[in-house]
């Protein structure tokens, strides 16, 4: 009998235990939507667009859409869309993807004269059987579609790049931007392509009121790139990775590392494992790092992510990567993300 009521006892205080700590999950984890986070300081105003989207509850997919569209279209922004540096040839080029909860996306990569390359990649995912579609057909695609063609070159980006030209050689080496893009426009050491000064996109994650995430990213690319150059912007998994089940990231800086670790989609798969967002984009960075020592003083990569209870972090190589978040709490928040140097 003394055994049988210590057991039922001892049985008791563990469902009470267990119970507790139910509670005690569920309040530390609570879910926080809608939000909205993107990188680097001028997603402040492309947050502000995608808020007045979930603010209306209204859907992940069409806040990014809504949001980024906004640092494409800014003048001043030489690193995004209309306005953007061109290649080494002159000409601006634009890469974009976008992914929504049901793992439908759609890309496009170097498209000229669009101002809006992040709607082309929203439609090649919703009107064809494709993910991405590449230069001339992705004009081609856009024009069908309706969009106007646009000289996407204004008049500083002309002069910025008629003074890169100048010492510039044209012959096929590998980011050779970055040895002349210093000297040319007499810039200080830490303004080469990659990092917080030429950051080269944007991307912005979503979890809307319904609880369903959504990602996008666009950008003009490397300054002064070769000429068909694609780094990591618009190629799913690299770029931008978005999993309903788990959460979602996006990436910014020298996008061939980038691509070499499929970073978005390795972030996603480490929350999956159990890492927070900001311990997910630490270990991406690291496994960067660890495979290129010397190199990665140099440059800059970060990673910013957002799981499926709300909760963000991000991370990078160098110091100067900052992100913004929008929520009910705060619509203009912007942090400084940790870093390894």
């Known amino acids: 009998m003394y055994n049988r009521r210590k057991f039922i006892q001892a049985t008791a205080l563990s469902a009470a235990v267990a119970a507790l700590s139910k509670s005690c999950i569920s309040k530390d984890h609570k879910v926080t939507k809608p939000i909205v986070i993107s990188t680097w300081d001028f997603g402040v105003a492309a947050n502000a667009d995608a808020w007045k989207v979930l603010n209306s509850n209204g859907k992940a997919l069409d806040a990014v859409e809504n949001g980024v569209k906004v640092a494409e279209a800014d003048v001043k922004n030489q690193t995004v869309g209309y306005g953007g540096l061109p290649d080494r040839d002159g000409i601006v080029t634009l890469d974009a993807c976008i992914m929504d909860h049901l793992s439908n996306c759609g890309a496009v990569l170097a498209l000229e004269k669009i101002k809006h390359p992040i709607s082309i990649a929203r439609l090649v995912m919703e009107k064809t059987p494709h993910v991405m579609l590449a230069g001339d057909g992705a004009l081609q695609f856009a024009l069908e579609q309706g969009f106007k063609a646009e000289n996407l070159l204004t008049e500083k980006s002309k002069n910025d790049w008629e003074k890169w030209a100048k010492k510039a050689k044209y012959e096929p080496v590998s980011n050779i931007e970055n040895k002349l893009y210093d000297d040319a426009l007499n810039a200080a050491p830490e303004k080469l392509p990659g990092n917080q000064y030429n950051h080269d996109t944007i991307g912005m994650l979503a979890l809307d009121a319904h609880g369903n995430l959504a990602g996008a990213c666009t950008t003009s690319g490397m300054a002064y790139k070769l000429h068909g150059r694609i780094g990591d912007s618009p190629i799913i998994g690299a770029g931008l990775y978005i999993d309903n089940e788990v959460g979602g990231a996006t990436a910014t800086g020298v996008g061939e590392e980038v691509v070499r670790n499929v970073g978005s989609f390795l972030v996603v798969e480490l929350m999956r494992q159990g890492y927070s967002p900001e311990e997910a984009c630490k270990e991406a960075v690291m496994r960067i790092i660890n495979k290129k020592k010397k190199s990665t003083k140099d440059l800059q990569v970060g ?37 390894y140097y």
Request: with cysteine; glycine share 10%.
């Open 303 to 339: 990673f910013l992510a957002l799981n499926k209870n709300g909760e963000y972090g991000a991370y990078a190589i160098q110091k100067g990567f900052t992100f913004a978040v929008c929520d009910s709490q705060k619509q203009d928040l912007i942090i400084k993300g940790k870093s």
